[in-house]
Nanobody
Framework: QVQLVESGGGLVQAGGSLRLSCEVS????????MGWFRQAPGKEREFVAT????????NYVDSVKGRFTISRDNAKNTVYLQMNSVKPEDTAIYYC?????????????????WGRGTQVTVSS
């Protein structure tokens, strides 16, 4: 089965930056819509950003607009989340996910493939 592996998480100070990566195995990555989701302790999983198969359609949750940027490199089978001006409330486990029909949907249940997540902790 296709595997998704997130990396780049860690501890960062408020106002700093972090770049998350998600590498996807297989030869069909360019067909997938990709999304980033996050989940903090005691909270529901939250949509963060999504990008269409070609990169032409992008959506963000309001709380990260202007601070986070999602992008993809189909030649590297990788989707990225550049996190700038991070805030303590950004602290969560961040997951990448793939929607196999290529649509950049924002509903988690529409995504068929998931990574195991990477922890992002923002200190005050």
């Amino acid at each position: 089965q296709v595997q998704l592996v997130e990396s780049g998480g860690g501890l960062v100070q408020a106002g700093g930056s972090l770049r998350l990566s998600c590498e996807v195995s297989g030869r069909t990555f360019s067909r997938y819509g990709m999304g980033w989701f996050r989940q903090a302790p005691g909270k529901e999983r939250e949509f963060v950003a999504t990008i269409s198969r070609s990169g032409g359609i992008i959506n963000y949750v309001d709380s990260v607009k202007g601070r986070f940027t999602i992008s993809r490199d189909n030649a590297k089978n990788t989707v990225y989340l550049q996190m700038n001006s991070v805030k303590p409330e950004d602290t969560a486990i961040y997951y990448c996910a793939a929607h196999l029909d290529g649509m950049p949907v924002t509903t988690a249940r529409r995504y068929e493939l998931w990574g195991r997540g990477t922890q992002v902790t923002v200190s005050s």
